[in-house]
């Protein structure tokens, strides 16, 4: 059983800053791509970020390309989002997600295991 748990999230000004953390459990983290998601109310799930298995592939979705960074460290089974920059647009559940294939999908049907979500709220 795979779990993941998403931490971090929050009330923020804009203009501010969150790092987002998401624990892996139960599989070899290591192997897994990663993958960041949110989901605004009466929105679709969008792609926000992920991470190849080795770190060697990253994408960003265009309205977080140069304020969001996302990182991995296999020994804490722990993938991060930097979010910088904030702004109320960016209001939303982020979900975390592993991709058993390890590719840096921007596709969340790409993905095995989902967490549960936290939520970010940028205020103006």
């Known amino acids: 059983q795979v779990q993941l748990v998403e931490s971090g999230g929050g009330l923020v000004q804009a203009g501010g800053s969150l790092r987002l953390s998401c624990v892996v459990s139960g599989r070899t983290f290591s192997t897994y791509g990663m993958g960041w998601f949110r989901q605004s109310p009466g929105k679709e799930r969008e792609f926000v970020a992920a991470?190849?298995?080795?770190?060697?592939?990253?994408n960003y979705a265009g309205s977080v390309q140069g304020r969001f960074t996302i990182s991995r460290d296999n020994a804490r089974s722990t993938v991060y989002l930097q979010m910088d920059s904030l702004t109320p647009e960016d209001t939303a559940v982020y979900y975390c997600a592993a991709d058993g294939g390890g590719w840096a999908d921007q596709e969340s049907l790409g993905y095995d295991y989902w967490g549960q979500g936290t939520q970010v709220t940028v205020s103006s």
């Open positions: 991470i190849s298995w080795s770190g060697g592939s990253i």
